[in-house]
């Protein structure tokens, strides 16, 4: 399924707006009490095209806690990546099988701007961690097990970035951790969007936006840095094994080419990001079209969705 780069088109989107009533100065911890959750009401999943293995119903909290785990395997990959250290065991405890991570080490990053890139969004994939914990309170869940060693090379055995037999260190150089980074940092935009039409509470739907928007500047960066290194057929295969875990629809799109840019990932008809149904996320982190835990989740995630 490859994607052909003269469909990127507009790229402009509509503002964000703090919601009502929130005072976004007086500090996150403010905007945390202020956001509350009001998690009485429901969705049926399926019905808004955000359908896991089995149809089922839904709350806010199942949503998060989804994201939660989402957040949970960027800010490991991230920290290690840019500190050589992951969220502390403060960070990470809940309902659910608390696993280990697997691999990780901090890159020896040869650009001063790169590292760089690298330790401001590994802060703010911790922040978006502690956000959700503090928000979701006692239903919280715990870190799954994460692997960060044979997924990534499944990964890029997958796209066809490496061989059959040799193995993808994510961690070895500045180069391959970027483009582990875009394995599935653009999944984590489409992931924020397919779930904002079930989310029942306006604030919280507020909340997720701000995170969706954040996420989306560290696609963008990921994607822009691949760009002026001219990666372009690696990101273009990566696009495409992501293409073809998430089904038959075509919402993946690669860099560019050296003459025309594709450095947001949208839809060519609106200028508007793609959503993913949590079926195709999960397909994507678990590296097979069954929704089976495998790939960055070995044992699968925690919570209702999974």
Known sequence: MVFKFLRAGGKAGPALSAPAGVDLAAGRRAFIQSVGLGMAGSALVGSAGFSPAAAQTVTDTDILNFALNLEYLEAEFYLRGATGRGLSDSEVTGTGALGAVTGGRQVNFATAAIRNYAVEIASEERIHVQFLRSALGSARVARPAINLTSSFTAAAQAAGLISSGQTFD?????????????????????????????LT??????????????????????RTVLYSRGL??????ISDARDSLDGSTDLDQGIGTSTIANISLTNPSNGQAYARTTSQVLNIVYLNTSTQPGGFFPSGLNGTIR
């Open 170 to 198: 994510a961690f070895a150089d500045e180069t391959s951790f970027l483009l582990a980074a875009y394995i599935f940092e653009d999944v984590g935009v489409s992931a924020y969007l397919g779930a904002a039409p079930l």
């Open 201 to 222: 509470s306006k604030s919280v739907l507020a909340a997720a936006g701000g995170i969706l928007s954040a996420e989306a500047y560290h696609a963008g960066t990921i």
């Open 232 to 237: 372009f057929d690696q990101a273009l295969k």
